[in-house]
């Protein structure tokens, strides 16, 4: 399960073109995707998990995470740890099923679909592109149920993690430009921007201590939500790494 922001060169997107795809709990495979994989948690779904599980980003991250390497050598990536226990399930995997089923990762949502996304037009908007998985263990292809990308989107509950999910690629990809100016790996800079990106209730503490929102003109409408909303305090989070970072007008000072 993966959620790419390249895109794959060896496969077509999907487009309009509809795929068959059914899971549920009669399938002979139900449940075999949620043992030893290699999942890589965003920053949504850490800060969705975490709130999910009620623990704070930083206990979150110790128990349940490891650090891996990204799409690129300049920032790391963050990897679920599976359960080291017979089979290596995934740690929120109950008889039941997924216990963490309404904030599920983005890969875990998306599958059997991938997806990436690329820039585009004059402005740079983001576009979206679908690829079909096929693992031969998985049986839910094999159902008939024809879906499009469209109708997957809807029932998955895509647009709210693909919307965060756009503005983390953005931000991914300007640590791409390796902005550490000469600290190397784990320098001062890429650890403020680790904390922003993945530990949210740190970060929280930290624009408080720093009066971050006092700096910048922010409505008082946006202010609040940023004050009450993790999603939102992430949204501010990557705005600030690009402005302090890479001196984009993603923020104004006051
Ligand atoms: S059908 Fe595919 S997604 Fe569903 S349980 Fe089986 S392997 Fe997992
Ligand atoms: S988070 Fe849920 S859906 Fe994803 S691998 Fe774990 S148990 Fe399976």
Request: hydrophobic content about 35%; charged content about 25%.
């Amino acid at each position: 399960m993966t959620e790419t922001t390249s895109l794959p060169d060896d496969r077509a997107p999907l487009g309009k073109r509809s795929f068959t795809f059914r899971c549920h709990s009669g399938v002979s495979c139900y449940l075999v995707c949620c043992h030893k994989v290699e999942l890589r948690l965003l920053p949504v779904d850490v800060l969705r998990l975490k709130n999910a599980l009620d623990l704070h980003s930083a206990r979150f991250l110790d128990t349940y995470a490891r650090v891996g390497a990204g799409d690129h050598p300049f920032f790391p990536a963050v990897m679920l740890n599976m359960a080291d226990i017979e089979g290596f399930p995934c740690p929120f995997l109950d008889k039941e099923g997924c216990s963490v089923y309404k904030d599920r990762p983005s890969a875990c949502r998306t599958y059997p679909l991938e997806r990436a996304v690329e820039k585009t037009g004059r402005r740079g908007q983001m576009k979206s592109h679908y690829f079909l998985t096929n693992h031969p263990y998985c049986k839910g292809h094999a159902e008939d149920h024809q879906l499009t990308v469209r109708q997957w989107e809807r029932d998955q509950h895509l647009h709210e993690y693909n919307l965060v999910n756009d503005l983390w690629a953005e931000v991914d990809a300007f640590f791409a430009l390796n902005p550490w100016e000469g600290e190397g790996q784990a320098g001062p800079r890429q650890q403020l921007a680790f904390m922003v990106c993945y530990n949210i209730d740190a970060f929280r503490s930290y624009y408080k201590q720093h009066n971050l929102l006092t700096e910048y003109r922010i409505d008082r409408q946006r202010r609040r939500r940023i004050e009450n909303d993790d999603v939102e305090l992430l949204k501010f989070g990557f705005d600030w790494l690009l402005h302090v970072l890479g001196d984009r007008s993603t923020l104004i000072p006051a």
